[in-house]
């Protein structure tokens, strides 16, 4: 556990974070950001963990996509096989 | 009454050996022709000793219901990936509804997912078909139409549940005189003498394989030579010409064997570094027939025998 430092005073000093404090967000549904957007607003600011939260999300859904796909080149795969048919014994 | 050897063996008698495995394929032949079924075989035995041709013999005296004879297909189980694959490029392709007979050769490598489908396909009981269904297809096995046998060298990694679906067909070590007349019968138009023959069946390692490839160099041999005899000079000669040793054994058995002959005795893994080889490998590839001719035992530490010795003297 920290050593806590304390003021003159006796009360325990203020930690400084290296942080700055995120801003706080709210939860809105496309249809409601689309009624508050008017015509001009062409770009609207998303966290950067927000997108990143979405590009892993859409590479789980590719690496299913992908998991088919190998699957279907799996089965282009030939299997080794000799057929004799014994006519000219 | 006991069935006579000499009828038993009518359908394999041109093959040479394996008695025990040409009476139960004999055996398995007559009940064929008497109720058109066969039960699924699994041929088992070391590399070389002729379960594949055994397996085709099989399969050409199978006749079909118009008595025509029933084509063969071999299959490497180690290029099968998945069930969708086989019955895709096999199944529909070549098994479904036609008489033939399918031979999986090295059936311990089948795929995890085809070997639980033939769980369910080779569990007949009573009946001689059976509708395997996948991805919303279903497929019919007709075993009066189709024949199957697996074969492998490695039982021990077959599924155990499948494994007690099939009928075992054990295969042995062939004999130095079985050896011998394998030679003998691929150098056609060659006369031996018995000395050269016993030499030579001896550096084959009780393999039949090896013993056909041994027929080959012995054939380029005597045309070079133009000559149609083989005797203990030749025999001679030809060990000078491809470095043969004694007994069949390679270089590398060779060098395992003057290690221990210097040091006694030592552990895999002094032997592993001098030879620079893995102890895996050591275990698997080179001391396997050392151990089986009584050239090396292993008791804690590897060590030579009289027999090892006696060898190594040869050699140098």
Redesign the interface.
Request: a negative charge.
């Given at each position: 556990m920290k050593k806590i430092s304390l003021n003159k005073d006796g009360t325990p000093r203020r930690r400084r974070h290296s942080k700055s404090a995120a801003a706080p967000t709210v939860s809105l549904s496309i249809e409601e950001i689309a009624k508050l957007a008017s015509d001009q607003v062409l770009k609207i600011p998303v966290s950067e963990d927000w997108v990143k939260g979405r590009l892993y999300a859409n590479y789980l859904v590719n690496k299913t996509t992908s998991h088919d796909f190998s699957?279907a080149q799996?089965?282009e795969?030939?299997?080794?096989?000799?057929?004799?048919?014994?006519?000219d014994? | 009454m006991p069935l006579q050897t000499s009828t038993m063996n009518n359908y394999f008698s041109h093959l040479i050996g394996q008695e025990n495995v040409k009476k139960k394929l004999n055996f398995y032949l007559k009940a064929y022709n008497a109720t058109s079924t066969c039960p699924f075989l699994n041929l088992v035995g070391a590399k070389g000793l002729g379960k594949t041709l055994f397996a085709?013999e099989f399969?050409?005296n199978l006749k079909n219901k118009d008595g025509a004879?029933?084509?063969?297909?071999?299959?490497?189980c180690s290029?099968?990936?998945?069930n969708?694959?086989?019955f895709?490029?096999?199944f529909i392709p070549?098994i479904m509804n036609n008489e033939i007979t399918i031979l999986f050769d090295e059936a311990h490598a089948l795929p995890k997912d085809l070997t639980m489908a033939f769980l369910t396909i080779f569990n007949t009981e009573k009946t001689n078909t059976k509708d395997f269904t996948f991805e919303d297809q279903t497929f019919t096995f007709d075993f009066t139409k189709q024949t199957f046998i697996f074969a492998t060298t490695e039982s021990d990694k077959l599924f155990p549940p499948l494994k007690d679906r099939l009928t075992t067909v054990d295969f042995e070590q062939y004999s130095s005189d079985n050896l011998g007349e394998i030679v003998k019968l691929n150098c056609d138009g060659i006369n031996f003498s018995d000395e050269g023959l016993k030499l030579l069946s001896s550096t084959v390692r009780g393999n039949a394989r090896n013993a056909v490839m041994r027929s080959k160099e012995i054939t380029l041999y005597c045309e070079s030579e133009n000559q149609n005899t083989f005797e203990l000079q030749d025999f001679n000669n030809l060990v000078d010409l491809l470095g043969i040793l004694p007994e069949g054994i390679t270089c590398t058995e060779k060098q395992i064997l003057q290690i221990l002959a210097d040091r006694g005795s030592c552990k895999l893994q002094t032997l592993s570094a001098v030879t620079g080889l893995s102890p895996t490998a050591l275990r698997r590839d080179h001391e396997v027939y050392l151990l089986r001719r009584n050239f090396i035992q292993i008791d804690g530490e590897r060590k030579i025998t009289k027999n090892g010795l006696n060898l190594v003297k040869n050699i140098i």
């Open positions: 699957e799996s089965v795969d030939k299997i080794e096989y000799a057929l004799t048919d014994f006519d014994e | 085709k399969a050409k004879k029933r084509p063969f297909l071999e299959l490497n290029t099968i990936k998945n969708e694959q086989f895709e490029q096999i070549i």
